[in-house]
Each structure stands twice: as C-alpha cells, then as structure tokens.
C-alpha cells in the first residue's frame, strides 16, 4: 500500500494541470472548498457530500489517560473529533477499482 501526502499547493497544481485554471484562481477555489466545510461543520456540525460523503463533528468526553512511558496520569478535557462516513458510490468506486 502507498500512501500518498497531498498538500493544498499539490491540489491547486493539478486543477491547474487537468482542468487549466490558473494557479490563482486553482488556488482561490481549493481555499474557499476547504472553510466551506470548515464553516458548515462548526454552524451544522453534519455536512454531507452528495456521492461522497459525510462529515460530522462528535464530541468526545473527559477521560483519564496514562504517559506509556513515563506512567503519569493526566486528565483529556473533552473535545470535538471530526468524523467521515463514506458514501455507497464513494465505497463502491473504491472497492471496483481494487478489482482492476
């Protein structure tokens, strides 16, 4: 398995390399898609992509939690997690292309 990291600017190369945009406005529309589902998530707390997925926000609660390696004990405050459930096409088109 090959992991692959990709980077805002790596994204705006290839709009700007398969679509022809130009890197300012590649760039513009990566940057505005990314605090559109930072904005909906904090106001809805749900977002949900149509043949994509869906982006929710669960909150997790206080725990106690243990330094492995040095054995203190230290109390997580709760916080928000964003989860990501995929959507049937998304896991469909994933799981036919395992198979080619």
């Not at 492995?68 to 230290?74: A, S």
């Amino acid at each position: 398995m090959t992991r692959i990291n990709l980077t805002k600017k790596d994204l705006v190369n290839l709009i700007y390399m398969q679509i022809g945009f130009s890197k300012k406005i590649s760039e513009s529309l990566i940057e505005d898609f990314f605090d559109l589902i930072v904005q909906n998530l904090k106001n809805e707390k749900i977002l949900k992509l149509s043949k994509f997925g869906t982006f929710s926000i669960r909150q997790k609660k206080t725990r106690v939690g243990r330094n492995p390696r040095t054995k203190e004990i230290k109390v997580i405050s709760e916080r928000n997690v964003v989860l990501f459930k995929p959507s049937k096409e998304f896991k469909d088109f994933v799981n036919l292309n395992d198979e080619q």
